[in-house]
């Protein structure tokens, strides 16, 4: 850090437009730019004033057959406890494994979100777990069915089972929950289970597009429809004909935007920018947010008419601190789908490691939990990861009132009057609980329970019980 309190960042990159544009964003989050253009640059860097005030480096790795990880050895030699971010147009998971194990802090994929790229410098400064990887460990696979989501939590089943509902209608979705809680898990379980299915769901990150481009995005433009338009484009929309599209944080769609989104939805038609004539569609959408739309309309953020559009059925995820319960099967379940990537394999996980994820808050919800256990399975010399293998964690502290495992999340006794709730809703709540502890595993859920699979299946009719809930 400067003398006047700025962090300090060093970027090795060769290419000077890359380089200009990543200062430019650093910038904006606080940070003061040196460059490098090579690892010799870099290295010598190391030894100036500035290098020695220096709070992380960003190393560009532009060229496929040149691995970075030797690059990250030398730098990691010369200063042992400064981050290094990784940031790369060719990322896959055995690269990644070989960056970490170099030295690697965090991995960052091309093209390069702005607010990515300012949460990671944080999250490597700032002792913070939220933001490491977050790039890398949605590379892997995480396409589930309603069978193959893990949780037990009431409220979780609950969501789950109004999506599964959802998912065998035509009306749109929305999926509320806090950033990481697994709300496009949630829509592409929604689309497996659709009608829809045969068709690939089509994905816009409407925080990820800029304002002036969002419209061209999603309805496509004509050539002249302005500026720089020199080529007709396709919007997303046209793409997801006869699919599903999903609109992923879409209150941060513009209000001209959420306009033509009203009308497209209103109409079925699809008026390209600078078009004469619109184009039917028959296109299912899927909206997700981590905020309360209705606050937003309140606030004059969105439009009321297209929050009722889009809200035909709400989904609303918990927290992990939630439903602190599901930790541990969550865990073993990541696991597992960690172990499936190159260069890594399957380890288990002791009680003492368990323990200490269930007492931690988890502001980045499942998605952080899933970047905690990669990296820890990444520098794992072991078979068992242990409470020593995750020292960000145990750094960042715990819950200040440990819950033992009679006090976790379960099935209600008693309702909001304080009297005994009706047998046959607490018979209703544990068969869903087992039914999500073990994955829609009917002949082990009625093992479990002591019945046979026929008297299963009877009362999961009697009782109005969806099998994906």
């Known amino acids: 850090m400067t003398r006047n309190g700025q962090r300090l960042l ?12 990543v200062a430019t964003i650093a910038a904006r989050g606080g940070w003061r730019t040196i460059m490098a253009e090579d690892a010799a640059g870099a290295l010598a860097t190391l030894a100036t004033e500035d290098g020695m005030q220096l709070d992380a480096i960003l190393l560009h790795h532009a060229e496929a057959d040149v691995e970075p990880a030797p690059v990250i050895t030398q730098l990691r030699a010369y200063r042992p406890q400064l981050p290094i971010l990784l940031l790369t147009a060719h990322a896959s998971v055995a690269s990644a494994v070989e ?37 890398l460990t949605e590379k892997i696979p995480a396409m589930l069915g309603f ?17 599964a509902k959802a998912a065998r209608a035509r009306v749109a979705v929305l999926i509320e929950g806090e950033s990481g809680v697994g709300k496009e898990v949630v829509a592409e379980a929604i689309h497996a289970a659709s009608p829809r299915n045969t068709l690939e769901r089509v994905t816009v990150n409407c925080s990820a597009v800029p304002a002036n481009t969002i419209s061209s995005e999603l309805f496509g433009h004509e050539p002249g429809a302005f500026a720089g338009a020199f080529e007709r ?20 769609l513009p209000l001209d935007a959420q306009a033509l989104l009203m009308r497209v939805l209103q109409s079925g038609e699809v ?22 739309l209705a606050d937003e309309v309140a606030a004059g953020r969105f439009r009321e008419d297209l929050f009722f559009r889009l809200n035909a059925v709400t989904v609303p995820i918990p927290p992990l601190r939630e439903r ?35 007492l931690y808050d988890w502001p980045g919800n499942v998605r952080q939990l899933q970047n905690a256990l990669f990296r820890a399975a990444v520098l794992c010399e072991g078979d068992t990861l242990t409470r020593a293998d995750f020292p ?6 715990s819950r200040p009132a440990p819950r033992t495992r009679g006090e976790m999340p379960g099935v209600a006794l008693f309702g909001p009057d304080g009297h005994l709730r009706p047998l046959d809703e607490i018979e209703s709540d544990i068969i869903r609980l087992a039914i999500g502890h073990y994955r829609g595993r009917m002949t082990e ?11 299963l299946y009877r009362k999961l009719n009697e009782l109005g019980i969806d099998t994906a809930a």
């Open 233 to 252: 484009r396709q919007g997303r929309f046209v793409a997801a004909h006869g699919g599903t599209l999903f609109l992923d944080e879409v209150d941060c």
């Open 324 to 358: 602190a319960s599901d930790i541990p099967a969550l865990a073993r379940h990541l696991l597992e789908r960690i172990a499936r990537q190159p260069g890594l394999r399957q380890l288990g996980i002791s009680d003492d490691a368990l323990t200490l994820l269930m």
């Open 392 to 397: 960000q964690i145990a750094a960042l502290g």
């Open 99 to 135: 960056a970490m194990r170099a030295g690697a802090t965090d991995y960052l994929s091309k093209p390069l979100a702005p607010e990515r790229l300012l949460h990671a410098l944080e999250a490597a400064v700032g002792a913070s777990a939220g933001g490491e990887l977050r790039p």
């Open 445 to 455: 859920v009625a093992r479990r329970l002591g019945i046979g699979r026929s008297t």
């Open 271 to 292: 008026l390209p920018l600078g078009a004469r004539h619109a184009q039917a569609v028959d296109v299912r959408v899927i909206a997700a947010t981590n905020k309360r």
């Open 147 to 163: 069978d193959e989501i893990v949780g037990t939590a009431p409220d979780f089943r609950a969501a789950l089972s109004i999506a």
């Open 10 to 21: 060093m970027l090795i990159d060769a290419e000077a437009a890359q380089r200009r544009v």
